[in-house]
Structure formats: structure tokens, C-alpha cells
């Protein structure tokens, strides 16, 4: 079961501004890239539901997390139907993200009080998606709505939350575009972690790579 409640979530994810998104199958590497973030002062984390047996990795990094990273904030993402939500909440999940927005998952994730953060790609999706209780909604795919997208969008509805996931990249100039624009905070993968820097197990440079992320991300959110 979850470990922290929907506001230490929310709250978790708006100050630090990132939230790092990553699978992989094998858990050792997983374990690895999760204990270098964490190292690196990351706090909040979504491991993906993207391949075979992907719940029983999680359920494994779950009770890594609990003992050697206790204050990390564990979630799973890429997850499309409410079974699925179910299995992965019971195995600790402490939110739940979508590529879209599934009001079925709504309900589950409403019924044990973890935020659901759907996958949106248009104002009214986001619309219908806050009636139903999603505090955070994600836009998604990000490089191809693009930052203009999230500026037109606040401006009519000044209180949405939003985390935007894909094209982004941990660079200043890039999460400034979009910080600017008006995200609570931003999913980064594949730009996180180098896919050279797994195979080569160099988990210092991830746990560095996630300091100055976070440096630049603290500074563009109380700026």
C-alpha cells in the first residue's frame, strides 16, 4: 500500500520540479539507477509499467525503496486500465500516471487516496480530467504540444497543475521554456539517463546529472 498521501505527493512534486521516469528489466540496474537519483537528492520517482512481468520489478523496487531510499516517493506510470492501477497501488505505488486520461482509474486511485495523473493532450481532456478529482493532469506527448500549448492553457484556467513528459531534456535553457510557460513540474527519461551510462553501470554520473537538474529546477520554480 502507499506509503505517503496525496498531498505529500503533490507537494513532493511541485518543489522539487522533477520527476524522474525510467524501466528497466532488470532489477539490480533498476535498484542501481534509483539509490544514484536518490543520492543525487531526487524525492519522487516513476518507475514505468512498459515491459514483461514489469509489477514484479516494481514490487522488488518497492521494498528496495522502503529500506534503503525511505523518503523517496514511489509511483508507476505508462499505466492505461484500472486493474493495472489496482495491482501496482497494492504493490505501494503512491500515484499512478497515465499516457491518457481513463476515468475508471480515477476511481481506484480516488478510493485509496493517491492522485492519478492522466495523460492529456487538449484543453477539455484536462477540463474533464480535473471534474473527475485529478489534481495534476500530464500533457503528453510535450514535444509535439510544445510549451505554447501549456501558456495559452494557463492563461483561461490559471489553476491547473501541470507536469509535461516528453521533450525534455536537463538542460537550463530547455526546462526554462517550459517552467516559464507555467508546468508545476516536469517527467524526464531517456535524457536522464544516457543509455551509454547504464550499460557502463556509471551511477555517479546519473546522481550528479540529478543535483544539477534539481539546482536549475529550484531556481526557475521560486524565481
Not at 21 to 45: E, L, M, P, Q, T
Not at 97 to 126: H, M, Q, T, W
Not at 152 to 168: H, S
Request: net charge neutral; aromatic share 10%; charged share 20%.
Amino acid at each position: 500500500m502507499s506509503k505517503f498521501n496525496k498531498i505529500q505527493v503533490l507537494e513532493a512534486m511541485s518543489s522539487s520540479g522533477i520527476v524522474p521516469v525510467f524501466y528497466h528489466s532488470d532489477i539490480d540496474v533498476a535498484k542501481n539507477v534509483v539509490k544514484a537519483c536518490y543520492k543525487g537528492g531526487i524525492r519522487v520517482f516513476e518507475f514505468t509499467n512498459r515491459g514483461e512481468f514489469a509489477h514484479e520489478i516494481f514490487s522488488e523496487l518497492s521494498k528496495f525503496t522502503a529500506k534503503e531510499c525511505p523518503e523517496l516517493i514511489l509511483g508507476t506510470g505508462s499505466v492505461i486500465d484500472a486493474p493495472t492501477a489496482a495491482i501496482y497501488i497494492q504493490l505501494g505505488a503512491n500515484f499512478i500516471v497515465s499516457p491518457l486520461f481513463n476515468p475508471d482509474i480515477v476511481k481506484v486511485a480516488n478510493r485509496r487516496l493517491i492522485p492519478y495523473i492522466p495523460g492529456c493532450g487538449s484543453v477539455s481532456e484536462i477540463g474533464f480530467a480535473q471534474e473527475k478529482g485529478c489534481d495534476l493532469c500530464k500533457i503528453f506527448p510535450g514535444d509535439v504540444l510544445g510549451a505554447n500549448f501549456v501558456k495559452a492553457l494557463k492563461a483561461p484556467m490559471p489553476w491547473t497543475m501541470l507536469m509535461v513528459t516528453g521533450g525534455v531534456k536537463p538542460e537550463e535553457t530547455n526546462l526554462k521554456t517550459w517552467f516559464d510557460a507555467g508546468v508545476t513540474c516536469v517527467g524526464i527519461g531517456s535524457n536522464l539517463f544516457p543509455k551509454e551510462v547504464i550499460t557502463a553501470k556509471e551511477w555517479e554520473k546519473i546522481t550528479t546529472l540529478c543535483k544539477d537538474v534539481l539546482t536549475i529546477t529550484k531556481k526557475l520554480i521560486n524565481n
